[in-house]
């Protein structure tokens, strides 16, 4: 029994409102004739650029994940930051159109509602609205809303909203509305890497410090918090926070205390491997650790072999795998309780 809480997905709800569109993201034909996804990014061609529901039960079958948290693929992204007039209609076409996924799958599938970011009161009434949705489990956040106190501070409707319904907000790599992005240079070397993995861990690591070392949660004890990629790179850098705590600040409490502790900050092991897992659970402990794979079947290959190759205790693993995960959706949607591999 395992539950995916990092499991992207890419809107086919949204296909027609895409066609309609005049200006970046949407779907056109080509000068081959050929209907395509098109951001400003570039194209992928229409039929591999959804996704299919029974092709992705399969897959999940295949690796033993008994439900998956579904979330907006980042390619799609670029709905959110549209002015709000835009985005709040096709964030609601995909909010609607995954909470029926979920209502037809139930116990396979959970999600996390797509936002307007444009307008952080919009975006929280429609929070609100989506909470009521089958499934919906809270949101998907861009990790530049928590770069620092000052930027989270920005995004308290959203929290009191997530606090309210005891709901999970799932911050995500990415930008804000406005924000110059992506912030590695479009011709640099090796963009992938210095984008996908050293600014992106960076980052993840910068929303920890603001979670964890600041106030920002204090208003809303019962929202819950996920950050992808083991919060960034704070199991090897835990130890110098905490030098330079003891040299710089030695009547504070360590940085390394403030993690373990931090209230309802959890934290998914997508991407990483064995040897990351295990400092992943020395610096927050199998408690705070979720199971994620990005949705994809080489994503669930390599998480799952990555936990199980882990030298942490068999108690551990269950906790990455599904016990942590089934404690902080119980009370928001149903989980299943057997794949149907096993039966």
Same mark, same amino acid.
């Given at each position: 029994?395992?539950?995916?809480?990092?499991?992207?997905?890419?809107?086919?709800?949204?296909?027609?409102?895409?066609?309609?569109?005049?200006?970046?993201?949407?779907?056109?034909?080509?000068?081959?004739?050929?209907?395509?996804?098109?951001?400003?990014?570039?194209?992928?061609?229409?039929?591999? #650029?959804?996704?299919?529901?029974? $092709?992705?039960?399969?897959?999940?079958?295949?690796?033993?994940?008994?439900?998956?948290?579904?979330?907006?693929?980042?390619?799609?992204?670029?709905? !959110?930051?549209? %002015?709000?007039?835009?985005?709040?209609?096709?964030?609601?076409?995909?909010?609607?159109?995954?909470?029926?996924?979920?209502?037809?799958?139930?116990?396979?599938?959970?999600?996390?509602?797509?936002?307007?970011?444009?307008?952080?009161?919009?975006?929280?009434?429609?929070?609100?609205?989506?909470?009521?949705?089958?499934?919906?489990?809270?949101?998907?956040?861009?990790?530049?809303?928590?770069?620092?106190?000052?930027?989270? $501070?920005?995004?308290? %409707?959203?929290? $009191?909203?997530?606090?309210?319904?005891?709901?999970?907000?799932?911050?995500?790599?990415?930008?804000?509305?406005?924000?110059?992005?992506?912030?590695?240079?479009?011709?640099?070397?090796?963009?992938?890497?210095?984008?996908?993995?050293?600014?992106?861990?960076?980052?993840?690591?910068?929303?920890?410090?603001?979670?964890?070392?600041?106030?920002?949660?204090?208003?809303?004890?019962?929202?819950?918090?996920?950050?992808?990629?083991?919060?960034?790179?704070?199991?090897?850098?835990?130890?110098?926070?905490?030098?330079?705590?003891?040299?710089?600040? %030695?009547?504070?409490?360590?940085?390394?205390?403030?993690?373990?502790?931090?209230?309802?900050?959890?934290?998914?092991?997508?991407?990483?491997?064995?040897?990351?897992?295990?400092?992943?659970?020395?610096?927050?402990?199998?408690?705070?650790?979720?199971?994620?794979?990005?949705?994809? #079947?080489?994503?669930?290959?390599?998480?799952?072999?990555?936990?199980?190759? #882990?030298?942490?205790?068999?108690?551990?693993?269950?906790?990455?795998?599904?016990?942590?995960?089934?404690?902080?959706?119980?009370?928001?949607? %149903?989980? #299943?309780?057997?794949?149907?591999?096993? !039966?």
């Amino acid at each position: 029994m395992t539950i995916d809480m990092h499991a992207h997905w890419k809107p086919a709800a949204l296909i027609d409102a895409l066609r309609q569109r005049d200006t970046e993201p949407r779907v056109v034909t080509n000068a081959d004739g050929v209907e395509v996804y098109k951001t400003r990014r570039g194209e992928e061609p229409l039929a591999t #650029a959804f996704n299919n529901v029974e $092709e992705r039960l399969a897959e999940m079958d295949r690796f033993g994940i008994t439900t998956g948290v579904l979330s907006l693929l980042g390619a799609f992204g670029w709905i !959110e930051r549209l %002015p709000v007039e835009e985005s709040l209609e096709l964030s609601r076409l995909y909010n609607d159109g995954v909470a029926e996924i979920c209502r037809t799958h139930e116990g396979r599938f959970a999600a996390f509602a797509s936002l307007p970011e444009a307008d952080i009161a919009v975006a929280a009434k429609e929070l609100d609205r989506a909470m009521g949705l089958s499934g919906i489990i809270g949101a998907q956040v861009p990790g530049n809303a928590f770069l620092t106190y000052k930027d989270a $501070e920005a995004m308290r %409707p959203i929290l $009191e909203v997530a606090n309210k319904h005891k709901a999970v907000l799932f911050i995500h790599f990415g930008p804000r509305p406005g924000d110059d992005w992506p912030r590695v240079a479009a011709d640099a070397d090796n963009i992938r890497r210095r984008m996908g993995t050293l600014d992106m861990q960076a980052s993840l690591s910068s929303n920890m410090v603001t979670l964890c070392m600041t106030d920002i949660l204090e208003s809303y004890p019962d929202a819950m918090i996920q950050v992808h990629n083991l919060g960034g790179n704070i199991p090897y850098e835990i130890e110098r926070m905490d030098h330079r705590s003891l040299l710089d600040t %030695p009547d504070e409490e360590l940085p390394s205390v403030r993690f373990r502790n931090a209230p309802n900050v959890y934290v998914d092991c997508n991407s990483f491997g064995a040897r990351a897992i295990e400092s992943g659970v020395r610096a927050y402990g199998a408690e705070r650790i979720v199971f994620g794979t990005d949705g994809t #079947a080489f994503g669930s290959d390599w998480s799952v072999k990555a936990v199980n190759e #882990a030298e942490i205790s068999n108690e551990a693993k269950q906790q990455i795998l599904h016990g942590n995960a089934a404690r902080m959706l119980s009370h928001l949607a %149903p989980v #299943a309780q057997f794949s149907q591999a096993a !039966e």
